[in-house]
C-alpha cells in the first residue's frame, strides 16, 4: 500500500493529484467510442475466474448462445450478465450501476485499476485495490481539497470516509467507527495509518493544537515498531503483515481537538510462535534480538549468533529481502526509550523474549522402562532459567512431575517426553502473549491524556478479513464468524440507512431487516447447544478426544441446513462443513480442544510467581491462581471459585468479540474493504479469481445484492431534467416543476413500467437495468435529431451554392450586354470624344496641393515637439520617482528592526484570539440554549422552510441558465427594441384610432341596436372569412411544399436506382472475371497436365541416356593401360578444378549481389510506405482503381501464359530437379482448387442471402404500407384532438392569468426569503469575520513585501521605457533628417496618381449617386410594403401559434412513427452488413488466387535461373566427367571393397533407424505425459465445475424467496390489469361513439391523408437509402484501404520467401558439389587402396610370401576399419582435416615398412638370382614413382578439401545472412502490420473525435431548442398583449 510520496524542498508544490482520483476526459470519450448494443452485449465467464465480452444470439431454456471473437459458445442463463452501457464506464460508485452484475463489478474495478484509480465506492463500501507503488493522493494539498467536503462532493477517497465521520462526530456528537478489513497484504495497516494521519493534520489546529499534534504523531509512531516487532510477522503474501487485530480508538474534545488515543488487540496469533510453514517466518522480534546494534543485548539474553540454533523461529524463512532486522532493533529499542520504558522494564522485556526462542531447545530424555521422562541438556534450561530468573532444576521438575491436587492433597504425577514438550510450548506461547498484552498497556499509558477531557472518539478496526484456506482449523473459523458478525452488522446498518432515505423521500417501502439473512449461521454458533457451547464444553471434559468433539457436534448441529458435509478438494481429512455468507468452508477440528484449552504447567507458574527475580514476569502471571505451597481452606475456597470461571480460549474471545460488537452498535461505523489485486506484486496486473474471491468473502457482492433488491441508481431532479427532458415530446419546458417533469417523462417513455422507478421528493429512484433503456430511448431521439440538422445544412449549402451559380449566370448577362454596347459605339465620334476628355476632368490644382503638403508637414513636426516637450516632462517625472523610491528605501531599512514588536503584537493577537475563541464558545452554548427554546416556533416555520429549499433550487438552476440566457439576451433584445418600436407606433395609431371611435360612438349612440347587432354579425361573418382564408392559403402553401417534397424525392429515387444499376453493372463485371479466372485455371490445369507428360518422356530419355552411359563404362574399362592418357586427363581435370573454383567465387559475388538487392528491397518497402499514405489519401478513387487492378490481372495473366509457353521450351533441360518442382506445383494446385471451391461455394452462400434479404424487404415494405394506413388513422384522430384543444386553448388563456398573478405573489415571497437569507448570510459573516481577523495580520506583511517588489519591478520597467523612448525619438530624429527631402519628391508622384483616381472616383459617384435615387424610391415602396405586411403578420402569428400547437401534436405522432421507421431501417443496415461481409469474403478469396499466381510466376523464375545455372554446371560436370570415368576403370578391382564400404554405411543407417525408434517412443511418451496432464486438469475443471453447481444451489433458495415475494406482487399486478380492463372496455364504448362522428369527416379529409401518406412513405425511403448508402460508401472505403494495405505487406512477404527460397537453393547446390567432391575424394581413396593390394601382391612374390600374405591381411583389414572410420569422420566438417594428416602419417609410416620390406627382397633376391632382383627393381621403381604421384594427388585432395570446406562455410554465413534478412523482412512486415495498426487507432482517435464533436453537437442542439421555446414563449407572450390590446380598444369602441 503507498504511502506519502517523498517532497522535495518546502518550496516545491504537490504533485498533482487528479490523474489518480479522477476520470479524465480522455477516458471518458474512449468509453463511449467503445462499440456496445444495449441489446446484445453481455458478459461471459472466461473459465479462468474472469469474465469476457461478448454478443448475446439467443437465450433460450435456460441455456445462451453468445459469441466471442467469431467463435460460438454455450453457457447457463444465469451465468451471463448484461454490460453496463458507456455511460457507466469507470463508475466511482457501483452501487449506481445500472446492471449490477458481478463482471460489471468486476471490469468497472479492474478498469479503474490499471488507470491508477485505487479508491472506489460500492454503496456504503469504500474499496481500496493495492496499487503496489506510491501515488500523490497523501499530500497537504489532498488534505485540503477533501477538508470540509461532503462525500459526494469529491472522488472517492480513504479521507472523504474519515472526513464524513469526523464531521458527523461533530454534529451529531455521536461516536464514529471505521471498519478496515481484507486479506493479509491488503493494505489495511496502511490504511489505518492514513487515516490516523489525516485525522492529526484536520483536528490540529493553533498553536496549542500544533503542539498537541506533533507529540501524539511522534507517540503514535514511537508504539508502532514495538507493535510490529512484537505483532508483525512475514507470511506468503506479506513481508510485513500484522498477525492480531487493532481497534484504535482516537479521542476529541468537545472542540473536535485531538484529546489521546487507545488500542485494543484481538485474535493474537499464537501458534506461529512454536510453529511456521516453510515460506513463512515467525516474529520480527525473535530475529531482531541476534543483531549486533545493541552490544550486550546477545550476552546478557544469553543468547548464540546461529538463528538455526532456534527450532521454535526457524522452521521457515530466516531473513526477509525488504526488511533490515538490525535496522528494526535500532527503532524498536529507542521507541522504548521514547515512550518511557525504564531501563530494567526494557531489558527484563528481552529476556522473556529470548527465553520464549530458547524453550524450542530444552529436551527431556527417558527414564529406563518408564513411561515417565526425566531432565535433560542442562545447559539450555540453565539459560531459559537465568532469562526468566529462576532455578533450572525447579523447573525442568516441574515439567517433568508437575503437581496436581487430588481431593485435598498434592500428588505428583510422571510425564511423558511429549508431554512435557507440549507443556513447554504451552508456557512460551503463554509468557509471549501476556507479554505483548502488557506492552499494549504500556503504550496505551503514553497515548492517553488523562489531563484533557474526552467527548468522542473516532474508532479505526483494523482485522482480518473472512478466509477460506487449504487447510482450515480453530483460527479460520475464529476469525470467519468475526466476519460473520460484522457482515451482519453491515446488512443491518446499510438497509436501515436505505430505508431510512426511502422514508425521508417518501417512497412505499415495505421495512426489511437484511441482518436476518446471516441469523440461521450466527444462531447455529451462539445458541446454548451450539458450536462454541459444545467446544467449551468438551475443552472442560477431562477425557474429550477431537473424534468425540466430532461426533457431539453431527449428533447436535447435523439436522440444520447451515452444517454441511465436507467438500474440500484440498483437505480430504475435513471433517464438516459450514455455508457461510462468503461460501463453503470445510473444516477440520484437528487439535481444536488443546489450542481451546491452551494448557498451562501450574506448578511451573507458581514457580514463576514465588521465586522469580525477573520482575516483569512475576506481573505478566500475577492474575493467575498458580499452586501455593501451603493451601490452608480459605484460599481453598477461592482457588474453587476462581477454577470454576477457568477461562479458555474461546470464552475470552467470545468476551472480547460481544465488547467489540456492543461497541460497534453504539457507534456510526463506515466501512473500508482492502484487496489484493495479484499474488506477485505487481503494479497494474489482475488476477481475476482472486479479486472476485475476495469480493464474495469481504461482503462487496452481498452488499450489492442487498442493493439489488431495492432501488440502487437514484438521480435529483435537475440532473435528471436536464438529461431526459427530449424524452417528454415537448410537454416539459423550462416552467414546469421539476418533479412534475420527471413524471411526465417517464409517463411518456414507452415500455417504462411504473414498478421500475419510484419518484420521492428530491429525487427519482430506479431498479436495477432500468437506466439503460432510459438512455436507449434518449440516444434514438439525439441520433434522429442529429440527422434532422445535418440533412437541413445540407439543404442550406445547396441552396448557397445554387444561388451562387445564378447571381453568376446573370453577372455574365450583364457583362455581356455591356461589352456588345462597346463594340457598338467604338467607332462613334461623340463616344470617342467622351472617351479622351473623361481623364481630363477633375485634375487637380498643383498649388493648392503644395498647400495641403506643407500643413501636413507643420502639424507633424508640431507633434514631434510636443513628444520631445513630453520625454523631457517624463524623465522630470522619473527622477522624482528614483528620489521617493530611495526615500521608501530608508524608511523600509528604519523599519525593519521593528519586525520584533510586530511579532509580539502577533502574539498578542493570537492570545486575544484564543480568549476570543472561548467568547465564541460560550456564545454557542448560550445559541444553543436559545435554539432550545425556540424549538417550537421552528415546527410552524418548517413548511416555509421546504419552500426556502425548493426556491433554492430554482435560483440555482435560475443562476446556471442565466449564464446561457446572457448570450442569447443580446441578440433577443435587439428584436425586441425593434418590436417595442413598431408596438409604441402601433399604440399611437391605435390611441389615434380609439379617440376617433370615441367621436364617432357620440355621434352614432343615437343610432338603433338593430344597427348594432348587424354590424356585430358583419364583422363576425368578417373574421371567420379572413381566418378561413388564412387557413386556405396555408394549405395551399402545404401542399406547395408537399409537391416540391415529392419532386425531390423523386429526384432522389431515381438517382438511388442509378446508383443500383452501376451497383448490379459492377457486380456483373466482378463475376465475369470471376468465370474468365476459372476458364484460366483450368487452361493451367490442361498445361500442367501436358507439361507432366512432357516430364515422363524426358524421365523414359534419362532411362535411355543411362544405358548409354553403363555402354560407355565398359568401354571405358578396356582403356585401362593407356597411362599417358590418364594422366593429360588428371591435369585436365586439375584445370577444370581451377575453373570451378573461379566459378564458385563467381557465385560468391553473385550472392553478394543478392544481398543488395535485398537492401534495395528494404528501400522500396520504405518507398511503398511513404505510397501507403499517399493511397489512403486517395480512397475516393478505389472505383477506378479497381477496374485498372482487374486489368491489370487480366495483363499479368497473359504474361503467365507467355512465360509458361517459354518454360515449356526450357524444360526439355531441367531432369532431377524438376521431380522436386513437381510435388511444390501440385501442393499449389490442390490449394487453387481448394479456394475456387470454396469461392463457388460462398457465392452460392451470398446468393441465398441476396434472396432472404429481398424478400425481408418486400415484407418490410408491406408493413411500411400497413403503418401508412395506421398512420392515417392516427391522422384523423389527431385532427379530432385539434378541435378539442382549440377549445382548452381559450381555457389556458385564464389560466395563464391566474399564473401571472401568482408568479407576482411568488416574486414578493421571493423577495422576503432573499431578507431572510441575508440576515442568514449576515450572522454567518460575523462568525467568520472573527476567524479572518488573524489571517489578515497574517497577510499584511506579505502585502507589503509584494508593495515594494511591485515598486522595484515598475521602476526597472520605467528606466527600460525610457531608454526605449530615448532610442525611438533618435531613431525618428535620423529617419526625418534623412528620409523627409526624398518622401516629398515621392508624395508629389503620389499626389498626381491621386489625382488621377479622384477623377475616376467622382465619375463613379455619379453613377452610384443615381442608383442611390432609384434605391431611395425602391425604399419608400419597399416601407409602404413593409407596413402593410406589419399588418399581416399579426393576424399570421395568432394563426402560427394554434398551427404550431397542432403540428406539434403531429409531431408526436411522426416521432412513434419514426422509431418503428428506424427499427426497420436498423434490420435494413443489418442485412446490407451481412452482404457485406460475404463481399469481403470474396474479396478475401480473390486476393488468396492472387497470391497463388504470384507464387507460382516467382517458382517459374526461379526455375529459369535455376536452369540456366543448372547449365553452366551439367556442362562443367561433363567435362569433369571424363576424367572421373578414366578414373573409375580399375573400379571392378575395388568393387569387394566397395561392397564392404556398403556393407559399414548399412551399419550406420540401422543405428540411425534405431536412433530415430527411440526418438519416437519419446515422443510417445511425451504425448503420454500430455494426455495425463490433460486429464487431471480435466478433474480440477470438474471439481470446479461441483463447487460452482453448490454455489447456484444456494443462490436458488436464495431467489426461492425473492420469488414469493414477486408472487405476491404479480397478484396485485393482475388486479390492476383486471382494472384496466374494464377501464379499456369502456374506452373502447367510447371510441365507438366518436367513430360515427369521425366518418362524417373522412370524406373531406381523404385527400390530405393520402397525400401525406405518400409523403411520410416517400421520407422513410429516402431516410433508410440515404443512410444505407452512406454505410456502404463507409464500408467500401474502409474495406479498400484495408485491401491495399494487404496487398503490399502480401507482396513483401513474397519478396521474402523468394529471398528465402534462392538460398536454400544455392545451399542445395553447395551439398550438391560437396558429394561430388566426396566422390571424387573416394576415388582417390579406392586407387590407393589399389595400389596397396598391388604391393601385397608383390609380397607374396617373396619367400616370405604367407608370413607377408598374412599381415597383408592384417593389414587389409585395419584398412577397411580406417575406410569406414573415414566414411563416418566425412559427415562431419570439422573432423576431416584431422582424419586426412593422420592418413598422410599412416602412409608415411606405410612407405618406410615398405622401404624396409624392399631391403629384405633385395636381401633375399641374393638367393634368387640377378633377374629377380632386376625385376623387383624395375617394379619399385615404378611403384615409387606411384606413389610420388598418388601422394601429390592426396595433396591436392585436401587442399580442394579445404577449399570446399572454406566455401561451406562461406555458404552457411551467406545462408545466415539471407535468413538473417529474411527475419528483417519479417519485422519490416511486422512494423507495417504496427503501422496499420497505429493508423486504425488514429482513425479510431478520429471517430473519438468525431463522437465528441457530436456530445457537443448534441448540448448545442439542446441549448438551441431551449433559446427556440424561450423565442417562442416570448412570441407568444407578445400575440397576448397584442390581442389583449385589441380585445381592450374594442371594448372601447363598443
Known amino acids: ?52 465480452e461478448s454478443l448475446l444470439e439467443s437465450n433460450e431454456g435456460g441455456k445462451a448462445v453468445v459469441l466471442i471473437g467469431h467463435e460460438k459458445k454455450t453457457f447457463k442463463s444465469e451465468q451471463v450478465g448484461q454490460v453496463n452501457p458507456p455511460k457507466f464506464e469507470k463508475c466511482e460508485d457501483m452501487a449506481n450501476l445500472t446492471f449490477l452484475n458481478d463482471a460489471s463489478v468486476f471490469w468497472n474495478l479492474k478498469t479503474r485499476y490499471q488507470t491508477k484509480l485505487i479508491y472506489t465506492y460500492s454503496g456504503l463500501f469504500c474499496v481500496v485495490v493495492n496499487p503496489y507503488k506510491r501515488f500523490p493522493i497523501y499530500t497537504p494539498t489532498v488534505v485540503k481539497l477533501y477538508l470540509g467536503k461532503r462525500r459526494n462532493e469529491v472522488p472517492p477517497h480513504l479521507w472523504a470516509i474519515t472526513e464524513t465521520a469526523y464531521r458527523n462526530m461533530l454534529q451529531n456528537s455521536k461516536n464514529q467507527s471505521m471498519l478496515i478489513t481484507g486479506e493479509s497484504g491488503a493494505g489495511k495497516t496502511e490504511n489505518t495509518k492514513k487515516v490516523i494521519s489525516y485525522l492529526a493534520m484536520v483536528a490540529t489546529t493553533g498553536k496549542k493544537s500544533d503542539t498537541k499534534k506533533v507529540s501524539l504523531e511522534d507517540q503514535i509512531v514511537a508504539t508502532n515498531p514495538i507493535l510490529e516487532s512484537y505483532g508483525n510477522a512475514k507470511t506468503s503474501r506479506n513481508d510485513n503483515s500484522s498477525r492480531f487485530g487493532k481497534f484504535i480508538r482516537i479521542h476529541f474534545n468537545a472542540s473536535g481537538k485531538l484529546a489521546g488515543c487507545d488500542i485494543e488487540s484481538y485474535l493474537l496469533e499464537k501458534s506461529r510462535i512454536t510453529q511456521q510453514q516453510e515460506v513463512e517466518r515467525s516474529y520480527h522480534i525473535f530475529y531482531q534480538l541476534l543483531q549486533p546494534f545493541v552490544p550486550d543485548l546477545k550476552a546478557k539474553c544469553n543468547l548464540g549468533d546461529d538463528i538455526y540454533d532456534y527450532s521454535y523461529v526457524s522452521q521457515g524463512k530466516v531473513t526477509v529481502a525488504s526488511i533490515d532486522d538490525n535496522e528494526e532493533l535500532e527503532y524498536t529499542d529507542s521507541a522504548f526509550d521514547i515512550i518511557g520504558f525504564s531501563q530494567e522494564e526494557k531489558w527484563n522485556c528481552y529476556k522473556l523474549t529470548a527465553a520464549v526462542m530458547t524453550m524450542g531447545e530444552m529436551r527431556f530424555k527417558q527414564k529406563g522402562r518408564d513411561e515417565q521422562c526425566e531432565p535433560d541438556a542442562m545447559d539450555i534450561a540453565g539459560k531459559v532459567a537465568s532469562n526468566l530468573g529462576i532455578d533450572a532444576e525447579s523447573v525442568m521438575k516441574a515439567f517433568c512431575k508437575p503437581r496436581i491436587k487430588v481431593g485435598t492433597e498434592w500428588v505428583t504425577k510422571g510425564q511423558n517426553i511429549e508431554q512435557s514438550m507440549n507443556a513447554v510450548g504451552g508456557i512460551a506461547r503463554a509468557i509471549f502473549d501476556r507479554l505483548f498484552k502488557w506492552l499494549i498497556e504500556k503504550c496505551n499509558e503514553t497515548l492517553i491524556d488523562a489531563t484533557m477531557k474526552k467527548v468522542n472518539f473516532v474508532a479505526v478496526l483494523d482485522i482480518a478479513g473472512f478466509e477460506i484456506f487449504e487447510y482450515n482449523g480453530f483460527e479460520q473459523i475464529s476469525i470467519n464468524f468475526v466476519n460473520e458478525k460484522l457482515q451482519q452488522f453491515f446488512n443491518h446498518h446499510m438497509f436501515v440507512v436505505e430505508q431510512q432515505e426511502y422514508v425521508s423521500e417518501g417512497i412505499d417501502w415495505v421495512m426489511v431487516d437484511f441482518g436476518m439473512d446471516l441469523q440461521a449461521c450466527i444462531i447455529m454458533f451462539e445458541k446454548p447447544m451450539g458450536l462454541w457451547a459444545i467446544l467449551e464444553e468438551e475443552s472442560l471434559f477431562p477425557k474429550a478426544t477431537d473424534k468425540s468433539f466430532e461426533e457431539k457436534l453431527k449428533a447436535s448441529l447435523g439436522k440444520l441446513p447451515i452444517f454441511l458435509k465436507p467438500q474440500s478438494k484440498t483437505d480430504k481429512n475435513a471433517h464438516f462443513a459450514i ?9 477440520n477440528v484437528t487439535g481444536w480442544l488443546e489450542k481451546n484449552k491452551d494448557p498451562v504447567n501450574d506448578s511451573v507458574v507458581e514457580i514463576f510467581k514465588s521465586t522469580a527475580t525477573n520482575a516483569l514476569l512475576v506481573h505478566l502471571w500475577a492474575d493467575h491462581p498458580g499452586q501455593p505451597l501451603v493451601a490452608p481452606k480459605d484460599d481453598a475456597k477461592g482457588k474453587k471459585k476462581k477454577g470454576s470461571g477457568g477461562k479458555t480460549v474461546s470464552s475470552v474471545y467470545l468476551v472480547q468479540l460481544t465488547s467489540l460488537m456492543s461497541t460497534l452498535h453504539s457507534t456510526e461505523p463506515h466501512f473500508i474493504r ?37 432501488f440502487p441508481n437514484r438521480i435529483l431532479y435537475p440532473d435528471f431534467k436536464q438529461r431526459y427532458t427530449i424524452l417528454a415530446q415537448g410537454k416539459v419546458d423550462a416552467k414546469t416543476e421539476e418533479k412534475k417533469a420527471a413524471s411526465t417523462i417517464l409517463d411518456m417513455t414507452e415500455g417504462f413500467e411504473a414498478e421500475k422507478y419510484r419518484i420521492g421528493n428530491t429525487k427519482v429512484f430506479f431498479r436495477a437495468g432500468a437506466l439503460a433503456l432510459l438512455e436507449e430511448k434518449r440516444d434514438d431521439i439525439v441520433t434522429k435529431l442529429i440527422r434532422f440538422l445535418q440533412g437541413q445544412v445540407y439543404a442550406r449549402f445547396g441552396r448557397e451554392r445554387f444561388q451562387k451559380k445564378s447571381n453568376q449566370r446573370n453577372m455574365i448577362k450583364v457583362i455581356q450586354r455591356q461589352f456588345r454596347n462597346y463594340i457598338k459605339n467604338r467607332d462613334w465620334g461623340w463616344f470617342v470624344i467622351i472617351r479622351k476628355t473623361k481623364p481630363m476632368v477633375g485634375v487637380p490644382n498643383p498649388e493648392e496641393e503644395l498647400r495641403l503638403l506643407e500643413e501636413k508637414a507643420k502639424t507633424a513636426y508640431g507633434a514631434y515637439e510636443e513628444q520631445l516637450n513630453t520625454k523631457k516632462q517624463l524623465e522630470e517625472e522619473n527622477n522624482l520617482m528614483v528620489d521617493e523610491i530611495n526615500q521608501l528605501k530608508k524608511k523600509l531599512n528604519d523599519e525593519q528592526g521593528d519586525l520584533s514588536s510586530y511579532q509580539e503584537k502577533l502574539a498578542k493577537l493570537s492570545t486575544q484570539k484564543a480568549d476570543l475563541e472561548l467568547q465564541l464558545e460560550e456564545c454557542e452554548s448560550k445559541l444553543a440554549s436559545e435554539e432550545r427554546n425556540k424549538a417550537s416556533a421552528d415546527d410552524d416555520k418548517k413548511s416555509v422552510e421546504r419552500e426556502f429549499t425548493n426556491l433554492k433550487r430554482d435560483y440555482a438552476d435560475l443562476t446556471s441558465k442565466l449564464e446561457k440566457v446572457s448570450a442569447e439576451k443580446g441578440k433577443r433584445d435587439q428584436v425586441l427594441r425593434g418590436l417595442n418600436d413598431e408596438v409604441l407606433y402601433q399604440d399611437e395609431t391605435i390611441s389615434k384610432l380609439n379617440k376617433e371611435k370615441k367621436y364617432i360612438q357620440e355621434t352614432v349612440g343615437k343610432a338603433s341596436e338593430d344597427l348594432n347587432s348587424a354590424e356585430d354579425k358583419v364583422t363576425h361573418l368578417n373574421e371567420v372569412k379572413s381566418k378561413l382564408e388564412k387557413t386556405l392559403d396555408q394549405m395551399d402553401g402545404s401542399l406547395e411544399k408537399e409537391k416540391r417534397m415529392k419532386y425531390n424525392i423523386e429526384k432522389d429515387r431515381r438517382k438511388i436506382e442509378g446508383d443500383l444499376k452501376m451497383c448490379q453493372e459492377m457486380v456483373l463485371d466482378i463475376e465475369r472475371s470471376k468465370r474468365e479466372l476459372e476458364q484460366s485455371i483450368m487452361r493451367k490445369d490442361t498445361e500442367l497436365n501436358t507439361l ?24 571405358v574399362e578396356e582403356m585401362e593401360e593407356e597411362l599417358e592418357a590418364e594422366r593429360q586427363s588428371r591435369s585436365k581435370a586439375e584445370r577444370q578444378r581451377n575453373d570451378l573454383s573461379r566459378e564458385y567465387d563467381e557465385l560468391t559475388e553473385r550472392l553478394d549481389e543478392s ?39 487480366r495483363k499479368k495473366h497473359q504474361d503467365a501464359i507467355a512465360e509458361m509457353s517459354e518454360q515449356c521450351d526450357q524444360l526439355n533441360k531441367i531432369k532431377a530437379k524438376m521431380e522436386k518442382d513437381k510435388v511444390a506445383v501440385k501442393m499449389q494446385l490442390d490449394d487453387t482448387r481448394a479456394a475456387n471451391d470454396h469461392v463457388v461455394h460462398e457465392k452460392a452462400v451470398a446468393e441465398k442471402n441476396l434472396k432472404a434479404l429481398h424478400a425481408q424487404l418486400q415484407s418490410f415494405m408491406k408493413k411500411i404500407d400497413e403503418s401508412a394506413v395506421v398512420l392515417g388513422e392516427y391522422d384523423s384522430a389527431n385532427k379530432r384532438q385539434m378541435s378539442e384543444n382549440s377549445n382548452l386553448y381559450s381555457r389556458l388563456e385564464d389560466l395563464l392569468n391566474n399564473v401571472s398573478m401568482l408568479q407576482k405573489i411568488k416574486i414578493t415571497l421571493s423577495s422576503q426569503l432573499d431578507d431572510a437569507k441575508r440576515m442568514c448570510d449576515e450572522e454567518s459573516k460575523e462568525r467568520q469575520s472573527l476567524l479572518g481577523r488573524f489571517r489578515t495580520l497574517e497577510h499584511e506583511y506579505d502585502g507589503v513585501k509584494e508593495h515594494f517588489e511591485d515598486e522595484q519591478q515598475q521602476k526597472n520597467e520605467a528606466g527600460r521605457h525610457l531608454q526605449k523612448l530615448m532610442a525611438d525619438s533618435n531613431m525618428w530624429r535620423c529617419k526625418y533628417e534623412t528620409d523627409a527631402l526624398g518622401k516629398i519628391e515621392e508624395l508629389e508622384m503620389t499626389k498626381l496618381k491621386l489625382q488621377a483616381r479622384l477623377a475616376e472616383n467622382e465619375s463613379t459617384m455619379e453613377n452610384l449617386n443615381s442608383k442611390l435615387v432609384s434605391l431611395e424610391k425602391a425604399k419608400l415602396q419597399v416601407q409602404k410594403d413593409i407596413e402593410e405586411m406589419a399588418h399581416r403578420v399579426d393576424q399570421v402569428n395568432i394563426m402560427y401559434n394554434q398551427a404550431e400547437k397542432r403540428v406539434k401534436l403531429m409531431d408526436k405522432v411522426i416521432a412513434e412513427w419514426k422509431t418503428k421507421a428506424d427499427t426497420i431501417s436498423l434490420e435494413l443496415n443489418n442485412s446490407q452488413k451481412e452482404c457485406r461481409n460475404a463481399s469481403a469474403e470474396l474479396f478475401r478469396v480473390k486476393n488468396g488466387y492472387d497470391e497463388a499466381a504470384s507464387q507460382l510466376d516467382d517458382v517459374r523464375r526461379e526455375n529459369r535461373s535455376l536452369s540456366d545455372e543448372i547449365k553452366d554446371l551439367m556442362e562443367q560436370i561433363s567435362e569433369g566427367g571424363r576424367s572421373i570415368h578414366e578414373i573409375e576403370k580399375q573400379r571392378k578391382k575395388l568393387e569387394a571393397e566397395k561392397n564392404e564400404l556398403e556393407q559399414a554405411l548399412g551399419d550406420a543407417e540401422s543405428a540411425l533407424e534405431q536412433e530415430e525408434n527411440k526418438y519416437l517412443r519419446l515422443s510417445l511418451e511425451v504425448n503420454q505425459v500430455k494426455a495425463d496432464i490433460e486429464k487431471r486438469i480435466q478433474e480440477k475443471e470438474e471439481e470446479f465445475e461441483g463447487t460452482r453447481r453448490n454455489h447456484a444451489k444456494v443462490m436458488e433458495q436464495m431467489q426461492c424467496a425473492i420469488e414469493q415475494e414477486s408472487k405476491s406482487k404479480a397478484e396485485a399486478i393482475r388486479m390492476r390489469k383486471k382494472l384496466e380492463l374494464d377501464i379499456n372496455e369502456l374506452e373502447s364504448a367510447l371510441d365507438h361513439a366518436n367513430m360515427a362522428n369521425m366518418e362524417l369527416q373522412k370524406s373531406i379529409k381523404l385527400y390530405q391523408e393520402r397525400i401525406k401518406d405518400k409523403t411520410m412513405q416517400f421520407e422513410a425511403e429516402q431516410v433508410a437509402k440515404d443512410r444505407a448508402r452512406d454505410y456502404m460508401l463507409n464500408a467500401e472505403r474502409k474495406a479498400h484501404s484495408s485491401q491495399n494495405a494487404l496487398e503490399e505487406t502480401k507482396t513483401m512477404l513474397e519478396q521474402a520467401d523468394r529471398a528465402r527460397k534462392q538460398a536454400e537453393q544455392e545451399l542445395c547446390d553447395t551439398n550438391e558439389q560437396l558429394a561430388d567432391l566426396t566422390v571424387q575424394n573416394q576415388g582417390l581413396y579406392s586407387s590407393k587402396r589399389k595400389l596397396e593390394s598391388d604391393l601385397a601382391d608383390l609380397r607374396s612374390e617373396g619367400d616370405e610370401a604367407a608370413a607377408e600374405a598374412h599381415d597383408t591381411e592384417e593389414k587389409a583389414k585395419r584398412y577397411m576399419m580406417d575406410a569406414a572410420k573415414l566414411a563416418d569422420e566425412l559427415r562431419s566438417e570439422q573432423e576431416n582435416a584431422q582424419i586426412l594428416e593422420k592418413e598422410k602419417r599412416e602412409m608415411e609410416a606405410r612407405t618406410k615398412d ?32 606411384e606413389l610420388d604421384a598418388e601422394q601429390r594427388r592426396s595433396g591436392d585432395a ?16 551467406r545462408s545466415e545472412e539471407d535468413r538473417k534478412n529474411a527475419e528483417r523482412m519479417r519485422d519490416l512486415v511486422d512494423k507495417l502490420q504496427q503501422q496499420i495498426r497505429t493508423y486504425k487507432k488514429q482513425i479510431e482517435e478520429a471517430e473519438e473525435i468525431a463522437s465528441t464533436n457530436l456530445a457537443k453537437f448534441r448540448k448545442a442542439q439542446v441549448d438551441l431548442t431551449e433559446s427556440c421555446e424561450r423565442a417562442d414563449i416570448s412570441e407568444q407572450a407578445c400575440a397576448k398583449y397584442r390581442a389583449r390590446g385589441r380585445s381592450q380598444s374594442l371594448a372601447r369602441d363598443y
Open 1 to 52: 500500500m503507498p504511502g506519502h510520496v517523498k517532497l522535495g524542498k518546502t518550496g516545491e508544490p504537490d504533485p498533482d493529484p487528479a490523474p489518480y482520483l479522477v476520470v479524465s476526459m480522455e477516458m471518458k470519450r474512449e468509453a463511449q467510442a467503445k462499440p456496445y448494443d444495449s441489446k446484445k452485449s453481455y458478459w461471459c465467464p472466461d473459465g479462468e475466474g474472469g469474465f469476457l
Open 1155 to 1193: 544481398c543488395v538487392t535485398t537492401a534495395a528491397q528494404i528501400e522500396l518497402n520504405k518507398k511503398r510506405e511513404a505510397e501507403i499514405m499517399k493511397m489512403r489519401k486517395d480512397v475516393e478513387e478505389c472505383n477506378i482503381q479497381q477496374e485498372s487492378t482487374l486489368l491489370s490481372l
Open 1794 to 1825: 615398405l622401404q624396409i620390406q624392399l631391403d629384405d627382397a633385395e636381401t633375399n633376391a641374393i638367393k634368387w638370382g640377378r633377374k629377380m632382383a632386376a625385376k623387383l627393381d624395375a617394379r619399385c621403381r615404378e611403384l615409387e614413382a
Open 579 to 587: 455455508s457461510h455468507y462468503a461460501g463453503l468452508v470445510s473444516y
Open 1838 to 1853: 585436401y587442399k580442394n578439401l579445404k577449399k570446399a570446406e572454406r566455401g561451406i562455410k562461406e555458404y552457411t554465413f
Open 1092 to 1115: 507432366m507428360g512432357k516430364l515422363d518422356d524426358e524421365q523414359n530419355g534419362v532411362g535411355r541416356t543411362q544405358r548409354i552411359i553403363k555402354e560407355l563404362q565398359a568401354r
Open 674 to 710: 482492502c484487496i489484493v489485486p495479484n499474488t506477485h506484486k505487481q503494479p497494474g496486473a489482475v488476477e481475476a479469481p482472486l479479486i472476485m474471491h475476495q469480493l464474495t468473502c469481504n461482503g462487496v457482492l452481498e452488499g450489492i445484492r442487498i442493493c439489488m433488491r431495492g
